[in-house]
């Protein structure tokens, strides 16, 4: 069947894809993802992570991903914050920083271990603050 | 390391799952019944699951919609690719 093709002004769309992730490690300045789906290098995306009832959102902009060797179709998807914009109330910097200053208890962030610093690495542009 | 994030990480003592919506503009051609056809700059696989918001001069509509087909074609001298999209709610 072919379509009825619309007249008028042209008519835009937006395409979303959903690629179900799972957070590894977290930093200020960026993320680490897993994911059964390849992502390209410079995509910009909208990134929401549930936590038990909340979810939290913020745009990311996929800086590396790499196929885990021995892991079928298995990636390490690396993104960095695109900080455009103030953290909202649901941003996952804004919740980040709050389980880090201690104010939200029901969940415990421990330092991720220096060889998964290192294997985990992300590449960024090298124009975040530390 | 040059080129590597600085900041300290961390790991979480409990799961965080999500997704990465990923948006990509589209031109959209036409309709059928229950069809959408739609230009992309990127090919999709067949059955994948995406969400559409068409927005025209009224208010934005968004809709699920299922690839049931991509080839690609050639408009204007570049490659693109025609999505036919079930519309399935």
Known sequence: MNPNPLEGPEVIGM??????????????????????????????????LQLQQDTFVDDVRITRCVLVEGSGSNYQVGAEFVQTQRPGERSIRRAIAAILRGLDTTVRLKRAPAKAAVVNSVQTTGEEAS | ????????????????????????????????????????????????????????????????????????????????????LAIVG
Do not use: K
Not at chain 1, 20 to 48: F, K, Y
Not at chain 2, 66 to 74: G, I, K, Q, T, Y
């Open chain 2, 1 to 84: 390391m040059p080129g590597r994030r600085r900041d300290q990480r961390f790991t979480l003592s409990v799961p965080w799952e999500g997704a990465l919506r990923v948006p990509a503009d589209v031109t959209i051609e036409g309709y059928g019944d229950n069809e959408v056809w739609v230009v992309s700059a990127t090919p999709a696989h067949r059955d994948e699951l995406l969400t559409l918001d068409a927005i025209g001069a009224g208010p934005s509509v968004t809709m699920s919609v299922r690839v049931a087909d991509s080839l690609p074609v050639l408009i204007d001298g570049i490659v693109r690719h025609r999505l036919r």
């Open chain 1, 15 to 48: 395409l979303a894809r959903n690629v179900p992730t799972r957070l590894v490690d977290i930093s200020r300045t960026g993320c680490l993802l897993e994911s059964a789906q390849r992502v390209e290098v410079g995509t910009v995306g909208e990134l929401r």
